[in-house]
């Protein structure tokens, strides 16, 4: 066999189910509100926060913090090389589920 399974292709970051939500969520916008992703994803703030801390460690995802008024405020979004992965991993996916199963001979 000469080439690679797909499965080699994806990213290890993103198999975890929040941190996969959470790129899924930030890949169609530029920059979210910590509290609207929290929401979207249905997962509490230590939750959201340690996720997003992780992939910002492996450079997929820039934190932001400021303040709006007086109320401090986290903004959240993927950076480009995070942008790379995600569609690298996307690919993958798409790579393994359009393998199919081969069908056994008897």
């Not at 939750?47 to 934190?63: D, H, K, T, Y």
């Amino acid at each position: 066999m000469s080439s690679t399974h797909p499965r080699h292709e994806l990213v290890d970051a993103l198999t975890h189910p929040v941190r996969f939500s959470l790129v899924a969520a930030l890949n169609g916008m530029d920059t979210a509100e910590f509290a609207m992703i929290r929401d979207q994803l249905q997962v509490s703030d230590s939750v959201l926060s340690r996720q997003a801390s992780q992939l910002e460690e492996l450079g997929i995802v820039a934190i932001k913090k400021g303040y709006v008024g007086k109320r401090p405020r986290t903004w959240l979004s993927l950076t480009p090389e995070g942008r790379r992965q995600w569609t690298a991993h996307l690919a993958a996916l798409q790579a393994i589920a359009s393998l199919g199963v081969p069908s056994s001979t008897s």
